[in-house]
Nanobody
Framework: QLQLVESGGGLVQPGGSLRLSCAAS????????MGWFRQAPGKEREGVAC????????KYVDSVKGRFTISRDNAKSTVYLQMNSLKPEDTAVYSC??????????????????????WGQGTQVSVSS
C-alpha cells in the first residue's frame, strides 16, 4: 500500500499562492488516480481536485476552478496542487489520496472520497490577513 506525505502548507495572505506536494512511497503512482481533499473545522471533507493516472483528465470543485491546478509527475511519484488567488474560505487541512480504478474507468476521476483507499496525514493551509 502506498504511503503518502503532504507538504507545502502554511499561512498566506488573501490573494497569495501556495503549492502543495504529495509524495508517495512504497510503490509507484502508475495506474493510480490522485485526489486532493480538504476539511475545514466544523465542516465535512470536500474533494478539491483529482487527476487520472496519465494526467489526461482532471476535475475540480466549482469553488476552486480557475484558481487551483492539479498536476502529477509519475517519475517522481509526486502530485501537486498549485493554489492561486487564495481566499480565507480556502483555509483547511489539505490531504492527498489515491485509488486504483478498473481499466475501463482509467480516463475519469472522482471527487467523492469513497473510492480512495490510501490517505496522507494532511497539511494545514491558512489564509488570513
Amino acid at each position: 500500500q502506498l504511503q503518502l506525505v503532504e507538504s507545502g502548507g502554511g499561512l498566506v495572505q488573501p490573494g497569495g499562492s501556495l503549492r502543495l506536494s504529495c509524495a508517495a512511497s512504497g510503490g509507484t503512482l502508475n495506474n493510480y488516480v490522485m485526489g486532493w481533499f480538504r476539511q475545514a473545522p466544523g465542516k465535512e471533507r470536500e474533494g478539491v481536485a483529482c487527476i487520472t493516472d496519465s494526467g489526461s483528465s482532471t476535475k475540480y470543485v466549482d469553488s476552486v476552478k480557475g484558481r487551483f491546478t492539479i498536476s502529477r509527475d509519475n517519475a517522481k511519484s509526486t502530485v501537486y496542487l498549485q493554489m492561486n488567488s487564495l481566499k480565507p474560505e480556502d483555509t483547511a487541512v489539505y490531504s492527498c489520496a489515491v485509488y486504483r480504478p478498473p481499466s475501463i474507468f482509467r480516463n475519469v476521476c472522482t471527487l467523492g472520497g469513497g473510492l480512495y483507499d490510501s490517505w496522507g496525514q494532511g497539511t494545514q493551509v491558512s489564509v488570513s490577513s
